[in-house]
């Protein structure tokens, strides 16, 4: 199946660009900037420099490849980061997907599509509320949540009123290789990778410990968008996610373990939120119902971002 993937050189795209090649599709990426170390070579693997807010460049991009198959992953994608761009993640998350959409519909209509949605379009919730399900109310509460409820009310407008047929993965905090520091998890291995080659002090800076989250492994969330495709139900959100919740303080003291350092915890306040949920934990039942299943506990994904942090510096 040819296939499209938006945003190929983020995590999420790096990794299922490898699985769709282990499963002999042909895949083209696009991508705005130059990074291309998350791919492993291959000589029938191409990146193309498009922006996804250059309409004319990516409807050429959909007529020149035909795809059969498109994963949007494209975005502006730190629920973090969009308090301090806010402007920026509105157009590009909105104004890209609209762009993606309208090709899609245009030049290849039977194509399937994947929008990546997100666990922060449930945003105000309560700990009582969890486990989350598909068909509780979205009350998000950042910039980027709101990105990502409008780009699954896009993605379902377009199965209804033109028969596209797409798929809405809410995707939970997916932990991998190949990541920048934009979370607490990547911050934190970073950290310790550098207080481990002797370039910091013992000392780690956190924000808040105290929250809870669904973490899933990039691999087994690859895994689960696979089986959507395969099996899913046009329109229909899916959660992509454990069914886990850890505290961040929980998985400090994890990382902390694996890189084997005596470390000093400091809060630093320029890392806290305006609003910051204490808990995110999905239902994964219509998942599992798939036939999914976790393959990697949150001690093997830790202890393989540690490592690939410490790879990463020199």
Known sequence: MKTLIT??????????????????????????????????ASPDQSIKRVDILDREAVEELFSDFQPECVIH??????????????????QTNFQ???????????????????????????????PEDCPLKEERLLRPISPYGVTKVANENLGYQYFINYGLKV?????????????????????????????????LEPVVRVGNLESARDFIDVRDGVAGMMLMLERGIPGDPINICTGTAYKISDILEMLI???????????DESLLRPSDEPLLLGDNSKLKALGWQQQYTIEETLKDVFEDWISRID
């Open 7 to 40: 945003g190929i050189t983020g995590m999420i795209g790096s990794h299922f660009a490898n699985a769709a090649r282990e499963r002999d599709w042909p895949v083209i990426g696009l991508a705005r900037n130059s990074a291309t170390s998350r791919l492993e």
């Open 257 to 267: 373990d694996i890189s084997g350092l005596k470390i000093d915890v400091v809060r």
């Open 167 to 199: 798929f809405l993965p809410r995707l939970f905090i997916h932990v991998g290789t190949g990541h920048p520091p934009a979370t607490a998890i990547q911050n934190f291995a970073r950290q310790l990778a550098l207080i481990k080659k002797g370039r």
């Open 73 to 90: 992953m494209a975005a502006q994608a730190f629920n973090g980061v969009s308090w301090k761009t806010e402007e920026s993640t509105h």
């Open 96 to 126: 890209g997907t609209v762009n993606v959409l309208r090709a899609c519909r245009k030049i290849t209509p039977e194509a399937k599509v994947i929008i990546a949605c997100s666990s922060a379009e449930y945003g105000d919730i309560k």
